[in-house]
């Protein structure tokens, strides 16, 4: 018997970041913060402390641009933004004046008066009730800390240290932390703090190391070396687990391996059901370097371009028109002859940017999307021209997000067509039979779908948005992600009311939201008359693989017994049974919570 079986299993429930199970041995990581003491200096002192101060920040600056660049290389322009974020609060003019006024005035250490005024900044962001603040004092906490081991001159504690085949625990992680992350190092990650939205959870999606967040006491209950098991699915994590949770894991995965092989053993085979009706599976890509997993997985089109990643990239300034032409030409392009569905810009709820200003006290109900568009012409024309001269160069649908009325519809179709006109009569080369459509995610939209229908060429229905609406659940809001239930049967009838509005007005109705690319729902969603689902491209040959073992019959059942039931929870029972046999799984042959790891909202 090992040590570890000693020690008795504690169970900590957090939230669900990033799929997959793996366990380990802990390796605890406190990012200790210096001891910053306060002395008096003398006048003749005072250049000598600005220089060293200037020497850290050039030394911090040189180090962020080159955990930029790594970032960049290893997963992605997006990912590496935030390092942008934080080269432009190192030039803070309120931080850097307020200490070397501190220096002059109150002649102590210059270490002393970074840190004071670096503290002030960062209580004052934490402490305002707003998540872009909260992530802004997580930015200047993050550019302190390495500041002031440059002034002090100690040396940081990195992640790239982390012993082979560890989990990797702490109270947070900053980007510069998570920045030295090697996957074939770490098995997998937990933190204290965030929710699924947090940057924690955003890298460690996109690096596909399992992750649980938000678990409030893991750092303090997990010793170095203890045994942890995460399962990234449920959002659960093991503290020494006993043998019969590691029993019910192995099975898991043992079943969770199966289904993979046979999944990838049809990954490129024909899309059409048992009953050889067609399927349209297509993705959702945030620019050109998401393309060649849209190429791996057999993507049919580019569902969803969300083009908020060439504005995220300069969150302090709007992309000119020649910069955001290229960034979509590279998507629309590389597609070719695939069709793009280019969403406009939908900056604004939980991605800041300097277009919109302050987010206001609720940003996901607030300036965002659309209504920034509308406002701001200059902004939505520069964008409109950039798209349709990328339009040469592919086959490009437009949509607008975030339509509440049909009054923003028209007049986003009026400003698009004044441009298309403008661009014509110049005679700039754009595509040819450009279709224009709406997102239906606001509930307004999904009510008034019929009259929507009649001004546009096709809907996409963004769940995501929609289900947070409908429930009045913030979606990036960890404490509540559990009311986050798109089996609540009102989600239901609003989808299935949608895409009846659409059929009655003859345009073509996609799903784009997270449900169109989850196991549990994509049968019900194909069921209900969507004529194509638009996914992550990682979720095709899953979602590939249960469509091609199905019937129209067996879909037109399943629809009847989930609207006969109220139930979320038997609704729910009945979604995952259906994935559950087509997926091949045995049922009642491993325990519930195991099918249920199959959705991500579970949690
Ligand atoms: C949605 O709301 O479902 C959607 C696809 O858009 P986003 O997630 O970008 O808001
Ligand atoms: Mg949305």
Redesign the pocket.
Known sequence: MDQVSLKSEILIKGVAAAPGVASGAAFVFHQSSPNVLCYPIEEESISAEKARFEDALLATRREISALRDTVAGRLGEKEAAIFDAHLLALDDPALIDETLRMLHEEKCNVAYCFFSTAEKFINFFSNLDDEYFKARAGDVRDITQRILHHLLGLSRTALSDVMDDRIIVANDLTPSDTAGVEKKRVLAIVTDEGNRTSHTAIMSRALRIPAVVGLIVASKKIEPGDEVLVDGYEGVVYVNPSEETRYRYGLLKKERDAAHRRMMREADQPDLTLDEKPFVLSANVNSAEDMASVRENRANGIG?F?TEGVFLKTPWQTPGEDTQFEYYKAVIAAAKPAFVVVRTL?IGGDKPHVVHGAPGANPFMGFRAIRICLENKAVFRTQLRAILRASAFGNVKIMF?MISSLDELVQAREFYGRVLDELRETNVPVGENIDVGAMI?IPSAAIMADNLAQHCDFFSI?????VQYLLAVDRGNGRIAHLYEPCNPAVLRTLRDVIDAAKQRKIPVSV??EMAGDPMFAPLLIALGADALSMSSAAIPGIRYLLRHVTTGKLETLKDDVFSETNPVEIKKILLDFSARLMGHVPGGAPARALETTTPFSR
Do not use: I, S
Not at 462 to 466: S, V
């Open positions: 969803l969300r939908d997000p995610e963004g769940t995501n948005d929609l784009c939201g």
